[in-house]
């Protein structure tokens, strides 16, 4: 080879280098879309899944309690939230890692609203770093600092705590930075099971909370199982609930169990349940169910009735002394039935949503119907026929006045001064402290006059006044604690109804709510070329 071709091979493998090393750089320096999860964002709604699932690290860590058992090591990280251990007061249990396990989560699932408890994070040598007072709800995400070495769970009260996990970078299943229940609502939707919300009303959320601003919450009855307390968060969350709903512990009875489980659902138990709700919550409208029960479900017949009588009993004195004096009365102003054929409104179910980027109220319920994953494959849930319309409600109840043929406006004659309006929520710089979702009175019970009714159209044998209080005094008040709890034998939900509304259909596949593949195989072909580039420097070198 002579010397004027070595020098031109030694050329350009200085510019292969050098081409090599710029490309590396530009790798490094080319701005990467940071990792957030759709759930820390209350100002986002969509219904994609926010990315890819954080890996549970539990196995790699290590679980540790003052308890005298030992059980806990399996009932709190066996991956079931039929399982739990109930913490004493004064009790601690913890999770410690090595400097390698890369935890960035530690997420606590309850079986209740725990009601005291705090939560301390220790560094490697064991000195406390950060505490935190545990917030009022089942789930509770533990963001853990950069030197957090050990999170420890300290009980205030008897908790019971399901799940104790530890997860690194990634979405936390089920994990939603809900704002405080808020103290009074412009309207409430009342249920009985997770994902009737979704099945029935699964345009109200939509449409009078992200679109028009207004302030509202969902009550499930009959949602004492672990697992679709969590599926009705996420069904709301898609929905666009941001306020902790409320979750009752009913039983939840199939119509073949019901002779023998009657009694734990009993007209006179809802009913009572249902004016306490009303008086601590003070909605100016409710919606609930069908008076025949959508499909025929008998729980759903009682509460729709129980709503009825709720609404005028809320604002009787003599109904109720024990939440009367917490609360005071309350006049809910309208009450609308799903389905009830008088006094008809026709919700826009078809109307693009901006705040989702055109979807339709249709297409968000039936993308929030994917969260209920238990109840899929359940007759109810199929989409074949519109039977069981989300546009068709009926005004049962109003203090204010007829609606205007057309208008399909529920919060019409209501007073604006009584109402909120928020369309454009306030960005939350990170996780808000989770209310307790009870009914705690908030503030001194106000009496609130009570206006005659402009119209009942069917009206309902109103009760005599009793004789005794009902109650004497009520204790500060739960889920648990204004209803009546859950047995521990209660049967498992098998419903065999008729099905459901075809709009279900219009729910996208699982493929279709994970996003662009692209913005997942952008970081791999990053990778793969740096270390390309990286061998061809290195082996350029050699020659």
């Known amino acids: 080879m ?4 070595a020098k031109g091979i030694v050329r350009n493998m200085k510019k292969t280098r050098l081409a090599c090393l710029l490309v590396f750089a530009l790798l490094i320096l080319m701005p990467s ?11 986002k709604y969509s219904i994609e899944e926010a990315g890819p699932v954080a890996e549970n690290l539990t196995g790699l860590c290590k679980i540790t309690s003052n308890m005298r058992t030992t059980a806990y090591t399996w009932r709190l990280t066996d991956e079931s939230l039929n399982t739990n251990q109930i913490l004493k007061k004064g009790q601690t249990v913890s999770l410690s890692w090595p400097d390698e396990v890369p935890v960035k989560t530690v997420w606590l699932a309850f079986k209740d609203y725990p009601k005291a408890y705090h939560v301390q994070q220790f560094d490697a040598n064991g000195t406390l770093i950060q505490e935190e007072e545990g917030q009022k709800y089942i ?3 533990v963001f853990v600092a950069e030197e957090t070495r050990t999170v420890t769970v300290v009980s205030d009260s008897d908790v019971t705590l399901c799940s104790f996990y530890a997860y690194g970078e990634g979405v936390v299943p089920s994990y939603h930075p809900w704002k405080p229940t808020p103290e009074k609502m412009d309207y409430l939707i009342v249920v009985t099971h997770p994902d009737d919300d979704v099945l029935f009303m699964g345009a109200i959320l939509p449409l009078y909370t992200v679109e ?3 302030e509202g919450s969902v009550y499930y009855a009959a949602a004492g199982d672990r697992v679709r307390r969590d599926e009705a968060g996420d069904g709301a969350w898609v929905m666009g609930l941001r306020t902790a709903p409320l ?12 002779e023998k489980y009657e009694n ?24 609930s169910h069908d008076l025949k029960g959508e ?18 009993l809320a604002a009787k004195k003599y109904y109720d002394p024990a939440s009367l004096k917490l609360y005071g009365t309350w006049q809910v102003k309208k009450t609308y039935l799903h389905l009830y054929r008088k006094n008809k409104i026709s919700l826009p179910i078809d109307k693009p949503i901006a705040a989702y980027g055109g979807l339709t109220p249709k297409e968000i319920a039936a993308a929030a119907l994917l969260r209920h994953g238990s109840q899929l494959s359940l007759p109810h849930t199929k989409a074949e026929g519109e039977k069981y319309s989300l546009s068709d409600f009926g005004l049962f109840y109003t203090a204010v006045g007829l609606d205007t043929p057309g208008l399909n406006d529920p919060f019409e004659h209501i007073d604006p001064d009584d109402l909120h309006f928020d369309p454009a929520p306030t960005p939350t710089p990170g996780p808000t402290p989770l209310p307790s979702a009870s009914l705690e009175p908030a503030n001194t019970p106000v009496s609130v006059a009570t206006p005659e009714p402009t119209m009942v159209p069917e009206p309902t044998d109103m009760p005599t006044p009793p004789a005794t209080p009902m109650l004497s005094t009520v204790p500060p008040v739960s889920s648990k604690t204004f209803t009546a709890s859950a047995s521990a034998a209660a049967p498992v939900e098998k419903r065999t109804a008729v099905p459901a509304a075809s709009w279900a259909s219009a729910a996208p ?6 996003g662009s593949p692209l913005f997942w195989l952008l970081p791999l072909l990053v990778g793969v070329a740096a270390v390309l580039c990286i061998g061809i420097y290195l082996l350029s070198r050699k020659r």
Do not use: C
Request: aromatic share 12%.
């Open 2 to 5: 002579t010397r004027k071709g």
């Open 295 to 312: 499909y025929g479900h008998w729980q759903h017949v009682v509460l729709a009735n129980a709503v009825k009588e709720a609404t005028i």
């Open 33 to 43: 879309r940071p990792f957030v999860r759709a759930e820390d964002d209350p100002d």
């Open 509 to 514: 596949s699982i493929q279709e709510t994970t």
């Open 247 to 258: 979750l009752d512990d009913f039983m939840d009875i199939p119509t073949q169990f019901r």
């Open 212 to 214: 028009a601003g207004r």
């Open 264 to 287: 734990k659902f009993s007209d006179k138990a809802v009913t009572r349940a249902m004016v306490r709700l009303f008086r601590r919550y003070r909605p100016e409208v409710v919606f």
């Open 139 to 141: 789930n509770h995400a």
